[in-house]
């Protein structure tokens, strides 16, 4: 017994991580799917009722807005945070004199919460007391800016709020990147004639194919899964126009008492992060066995 | 050939000295107004909720406070002191402060075992068992919400601390396996090789070798916990409502509470005060800050 015990202790202490993964990811994983295919409102039921819930949501208007304002979040946050990151990572890599406090003042935004920082905007963006009074009262009198509460733009606020907030750590992935290049070879591309600019857009950004990609898998996951950040900026306002799914999913499950429905929802948010996930794992894991 | 490198490169420097010093003072002035926009919010959170309610009206978002009032702040921690409808902080940080110790503490201690386990005890199929831990750092926490609410129900834990620390060490493994595992693997293994014929068990091999230089690793996986759970909206809204509510969960009711007059002054106040100790935890560790970032900042 006492041997068996010491022979199997390893696989013993690793058990309660495993399990505790088994059923809280995947057994509720499943759980949730299995709910995506009934007819389930307040209460789950049982019984299979095929794919309606699936049909009932691509059918929703406020589903399909949650999808739009996805994919415009997605991609103007990707392009200004990656931007914004890209140029911040290579001016602080010219031997910059506080380089340390000006690191720090990009990257603090996200030490903070998305409710923090949302809390935050609103007020800056609020149209009666914020910006657009800053420039009333600057002598800009026809200055308006009332995204937030404008329909059609309020969406705008939202990656105005969340590049704020993560720009600065795409810098950081990119910085570590580029301070791993040997000096070297950019000295040799000097002396072949080569400037500045072309040192970078030819040769150094090539290299920084992976930091491109881990950043992508990472901007990609923050966006479909934020919630937070609307919570507190929009409420999903004016009417539903800052919808997103996982505001959705929530107000179906826990207002609107339609768990079927929200299930599909999430199921669909699962099946978007896999997309960008598995390959991801893929590609890293061989290169972790090609070491 | 290093040394005939270095001198030409040398000589390329001094010919294009002019065009260099343009370039700097364009470089600095880029890096300063983007350091602008960064620390704009926070400029106007700390004088927002320095001004009175009057001042804010008259003034702009770049006006500097009369004076150092803290009123708001005591409003914002302490509430005016009337009863119903008086809410304030101070219950829901110290609710923040019950769920994290405990769930940072157990979600670091399983992480650092299950490393220790896949790294210096490697057993058939290890690589699949991480896998499968490492995918937990990836879901849409909107494919468990429903289930799990009806657990913490069923458990009799919904709206509870206690529910909430369940919760965050449960998603927390995944991450904290992942720090460790990545931070063993470079640990020699010969160490624990011989340690084994000279008869020390699984802990005593642990708590010997492997713990006295964790150090760094520990640093890391504490902050970054300490900051994910601090920092989460989504299973504190969920999961509790009402006076077992984390911090952010009230600061945004607080915010969001439709009173007579809206006082920007205490939300502000307010903001800070519920992002003040992951602020102060970066600019104390952002060293480790920053590694547990770029090695684990794929949760959202």
């Not at chain 1, 800056?124 to 600057?138: A, C, E, R, S, V």
């Not at chain 1, 923050?222 to 107000?251: E, F, H, N, R, W």
């Amino acid at each position: 017994m006492l041997k068996w015990l010491e022979k199997n202790l390893p696989k013993i202490v690793m058990a309660p991580a495993v399990g505790l993964i088994g059923w809280f990811v995947y057994g509720f994983v499943l759980w949730t799917l299995y709910i995506s295919f009934t007819n389930s409102k307040i209460l789950p039921k049982y019984e299979l009722w095929g794919v309606g819930q699936y049909v009932k949501l691509w059918g929703s208007r406020k589903w399909l807005i949650a999808v739009d304002n996805l994919l415009i979040f997605t991609a103007l946050f990707l392009i200004f945070c990656v931007v914004i990151g890209i140029i911040l990572a290579i001016f602080l890599d010219q031997k910059i004199r506080a380089e340390g406090v000006l690191r720090t003042i990009y990257l603090y935004p996200m030490a903070l919460s998305f409710i923090v920082t949302g809390t935050a905007w609103k007020w800056i963006l609020n149209p009666t007391l914020g910006i657009q009074k800053m420039f009333i009262d600057w002598g800009f009198e026809n200055f308006t800016f009332d995204w937030l509460v404008n329909r059609e733009m309020a969406i705008y606020t939202i990656v105005i709020a969340g590049v704020w907030q993560s720009a600065g750590f795409v810098m950081a992935l990119f910085l570590a990147g580029l301070r791993s290049v040997e000096d070297e070879i950019v000295k040799a591309a000097k002396i072949d004639g080569a400037n500045l600019f072309t040192v970078y857009w030819k040769i150094l950004l090539p290299m920084m194919r992976p930091v491109f990609f881990t950043s992508f898998v990472i901007l990609v996951h923050i966006s479909i899964k934020s919630y937070d950040l609307i919570v507190a900026l929009t409420q999903g306002g004016p009417g539903i126009s800052t919808t997103m799914p996982a505001l959705y999913m929530t107000q179906t499950a826990f207002h609107k008492s339609q768990v079927g429905l929200s299930a599909a929802s999430a199921m669909m948010m699962f099946m978007a992060v896999a997309a960008v996930i598995i390959p991801y794992l893929y590609s890293e894991l061989r290169r972790e066995n090609a070491r | 050939m290093q040394d005939k490198i270095h001198s030409s490169y040398k000589q390329l420097e001094q010919k294009s000295k002019y065009t260099n010093m343009f370039l700097r003072w364009f470089l600095y002035f880029v890096l300063v107004v983007f350091a602008l926009y960064f620390i704009f919010p926070l400029y106007v959170m700390v004088v927002t909720s320095l001004k009175t309610m009057e001042e804010i009206r008259q003034g702009t978002l770049l006006t500097w406070p009369s004076g150092l009032n803290f009123d708001s702040w005591l409003v914002a921690w302490g509430g005016r002191g009337y009863g119903a409808g008086d809410t304030f902080l101070k219950p829901y940080f110290w609710n923040s402060i019950k769920m994290v110790v405990p769930a940072v503490f157990f979600s670091t201690f399983i992480g650092a075992m299950a490393g220790y386990v896949l790294t210096k005890w490697r057993f058939k199929g290890d690589k699949w068992v991480f896998l499968f831990l490492l995918f937990g750092c990836f879901i849409p926490y909107q494919a468990i919400l429903l289930p799990m609410a009806r657990t913490l129900g069923v458990l009799g834990i919904s709206n509870s601390v206690i529910g909430l620390v369940l919760v965050h060490t449960v998603y927390g493994i995944p991450f904290t396996t992942l720090f460790f595992r990545n931070f063993y693997v470079s640990i020699p293994s010969e160490l624990v090789k011989a340690a084994r014929i000279d008869g020390a068990g699984f802990f005593k091999i642990f708590f010997k070798i492997l713990l006295p230089v964790s150090t760094p690793i520990i640093v890391v996986t504490i902050i970054w916990q300490f900051t994910q759970i601090w920092n989460d909206f989504l299973f504190g809204s969920t999961f509790s409502f009402g006076e077992a509510a984390p911090i952010q969960v009230a600061l945004n009711n607080m915010v969001l509470s439709s009173t007579s007059v809206k006082e920007y002054n205490v939300d502000m106040a307010s903001a800070i005060i519920a992002g003040i100790p992951t602020l102060i935890v970066y600019v104390l560790a952002g060293k480790y800050f920053i590694r547990g970032l770029t090695s684990g900042a794929v949760k959202g």
